[in-house]
């Protein structure tokens, strides 16, 4: 049973970075390419950013491109989305997702975690 895990959300002022994780237990990593996605109130789950199995092929939403970094280690199971100059329209709940194919595509994704609260204060 893989289960994913994020952290590292909470609240922080405009301008500011945050860094989530997402752990990834019962199976191996690497055989997944993995991403990011958020979902604000009153919108639809929206993708943030992918990254391919072996971390070579890296892809962003326009929102979040030159601010946000995806990033992954396989040797740790886990997978970080690196987040400077926050906006406050980056409040949200950030999912992390396994899928077997890169995509940007959310039905793509197998495997979700539980998600993490980022609010962005102005």
């Known amino acids: 049973q893989v289960q994913l895990v994020e952290s590292g959300g909470g609240l922080v002022q405009a301008g500011g970075s945050l860094r989530l994780s997402c752990a990834l237990s019962g199976r191996t990593c690497s055989g997944y390419a993995m991403g990011w996605f958020r979902h604000a109130s009153g919108m639809e789950r929206e993708f943030v950013a992918v990254?391919?199995?072996?971390?070579?092929?890296?892809e962003y939403a326009d929102s979040v491109k030159g601010r946000f970094t995806i990033s992954r280690d396989n040797a740790r199971n886990t997978v970080y989305l690196q987040m400077n100059s926050l906006k406050p329209e980056d409040t949200g709940a950030y999912y992390c997702?396994?899928?077997?194919?890169?995509?940007?595509?959310?039905?793509?994704?197998?495997?979700w975690g539980q998600g993490t609260q980022v609010t962005v204060s102005s």
């Open positions: 990254i391919s199995r072996g971390g070579g092929v890296i």
């Open positions: 997702a396994a899928g077997p194919s890169y995509s940007t595509w959310r039905s793509d994704y197998i495997y």
